[in-house]
């Protein structure tokens, strides 16, 4: 394997190399490029994590990668409820989330992806937010957060649209937000950014008012 190139993908580094090809021949996915994506250490709270994959990944390039569908329902009595669908076409690749969602008061809300997707009690038991590899809480821009952490929607009607490509959470591998919960909060979420306990988990975000469980399509 020699390396040929690195280059930075917002917080992600990715090494590309090449596999020797006199050792795999027969194999299916001979001469396919092998991606090492890094993901750096961070001082005292992390070390370094690397995820490989061959490339391209898609043997079919018909195939439009990895699809989910996540439908919101209401906890309780909030009354928001709504269908999200997650795309993403190349694995470890950005994952774009489009749908919408009715019901929400006005003004920004939380969203965030948490670690279970047991929805029975309304959205009681879904767990605290989807961690993966970093510790903190954080908005979906910052280099140290929750994988779950996707910032805030912003509802001004009664149905809001939503679209929102992240480039950290994944539909597969360990970043993988499949069987898991998506879930609304009640407030905005102020992405970790006020010194209290509650803020460094939740970004004082509030309890869910609607989620539900993300499930592949394909
Ligand atoms: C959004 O809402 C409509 C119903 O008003 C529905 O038909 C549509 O499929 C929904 N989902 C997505 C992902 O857009
Ligand atoms: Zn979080």
């Known amino acids: 394997m020699n390396l040929r190139f690195h280059v930075f993908f917002g917080q992600l580094l990715w090494i590309i190399s090449v596999l020797n090809g006199k050792t795999v021949e027969g194999i299916p996915g001979y001469g396919r490029n092998l991606i090492i994506k890094a993901l750096p250490a961070i001082e005292d709270y992390q070390s370094n994590v690397y995820e490989v994959i061959m490339e391209p990944y898609l043997y079919d390039p018909r195939s439009y990668g990895l699809q ?60 605290p937010h989807f961690i993966a590899y970093y510790g903190r809480h954080g908005g979906p821009r910052d280099n140290i957060r929750h994988v779950g952490d996707l910032g805030n929607i912003k509802a001004e009607e009664e149905t809001l649209n939503v679209k929102i490509i992240d480039h950290l959470i994944s539909l597969a591998g360990p970043r993988s937000v499949v069987g898991r919960s998506i ?36």
């Open 183 to 218: 879930a609304i909060s009640k407030s905005e979420d102020d992405y970790g950014r006020s010194s209290t306990e509650d803020s460094a988990l939740t970004g004082t975000s509030g309890p869910s008012i609607a989620c539900g469980v993300i499930g592949y399509l394909n």
């Open 68 to 127: 989910a569908i996540a439908y919101l329902k209401a906890d309780q009595d909030s009354g928001v409820t709504g269908e999200l669908v997650f795309r993403q076409v190349v694995p470890n690749g950005p994952v774009v989330i489009e749908g919408n969602v009715t019901g929400l008061s006005a003004g920004l809300h939380g969203l965030h992806i948490h670690q279970s997707g047991a929805v029975n009690e309304n959205c009681q038991d879904i767990g």
